[in-house]
């Protein structure tokens, strides 16, 4: 079989969802490598053999989920900013759609952030590809020149960088959602820069 | 005993710089949890129970090892920045050694990330410490109309975080040191912001 079935059918699915849900409380709670098949069938409510229908093993889960999460975090983002009129705007709007589902999904930077001890090719695919995409907007804003002629790259890890630990103080260590002064902030930095 | 026992004598000042760096590689190459103290030892060429005199167990090492992180890279920064004559010029110097410090030593990454998954208060205590250092200088600096008036929270927090992901993007999966080309653009990005 390959690493993940994907169900037929919307009982299929919903059962698919359960394992998916517990895999990530789990993965998020105890981490990936005190998390066993076992407690992810008890925890989702299933029979162990159940959770072998849809994924190979416990690392197909891992895989999967950030596949989902990435995904999932990127259509949120479509569907806020589409009514946007500059970049500046989707930007902005951009932040705080992030932030509230890393609120929402807080396994979300465990999951992602343990994928390097997990394996290193998925972690580095999983940012490649992000930034990649970052990019395209990035390089199509400053052919409209919304945005400073700097590489496109740098910008793109800058900004992963700044949404990631800002996410990291309020979301994980202060167990809070991140303030719209500090959205507002960034944005001045972005727009200003922060040094006379 | 206490953890960690500071040795009085140079040649077991020698010994546990040796334990430690065998650690450091070891955490790095195969994470926390797939490293054992038989292993430390073995690598570093000294018998279990030599590592029992300087540490309690493999987390104390791993908490050591994360707090000689933290000062080490501090006092190079502190050393590279004390003929600067602005806070900008200091930001710039402190990415270059930053990022060299982080290349010569790349399990400094895994070894901090990793730390929320061994001990989620250490991983905090790492970046509260870190970042309140950072604000105590960027107030200074505003006290100073060197740096914009924006919270010297957020502004630590987007810097620590341009850091570690432009760092992890060159260093970690480029394998290459960070270029002064990405530097200059990082600058140009908190002198000026990116948004037009």
Redesign the interface.
């Known amino acids: 079989m390959s690493d993940v079935n994907i169900p037929k059918t919307s009982r299929g699915q919903e059962t698919m969802d359960k394992i998916c849900k517990a895999a990530e409380e789990l993965f998020s709670e105890k981490?990936y490598?005190n998390t066993s098949i076992m407690d992810i069938a008890q925890k989702a409510q299933v029979a162990p053999g159940t959770v072998y229908i849809y994924f190979k093993d416990k690392k197909s889960i891992f895989k999967y989920l950030l596949e989902d999460l990435s995904y999932t975090i990127r259509k949120e983002i479509a569907i806020a900013t589409k009514d946007c009129k500059s970049?500046?705007e989707e930007?902005k709007i951009g932040f705080r759609v992030f932030f509230d589902f890393a609120r929402k999904h807080i396994g979300l930077y465990?999951i992602i952030?343990?994928s390097?001890?997990v394996d290193k090719e998925l972690f580095?695919d999983y940012?490649?590809n992000f930034?990649g995409r970052y990019m395209k907007r990035i390089k199509a804003a400053q052919n409209n020149?919304?945005?400073?002629d700097?590489?496109p790259?740098?910008?793109a890890?800058?900004l992963?960088?700044?949404?990631?630990?800002?996410g990291?103080?309020w979301i994980?260590?202060n167990d809070k959602p991140v303030p719209d002064?500090?959205i507002e902030?960034?944005m001045?930095?972005?727009?200003?820069?922060?040094?006379?």
Do not use: P
């Open positions: 981490g490598y970049r500046y930007e465990k952030w343990e390097q001890f580095k940012y490649d930034a020149n919304e945005i400073a700097l590489d790259e740098t910008l890890y800058c992963i960088g700044i949404t990631n630990f800002v990291l103080k994980i260590f002064e500090v902030d960034i001045k930095l972005l727009k200003f820069g922060m040094f006379r």
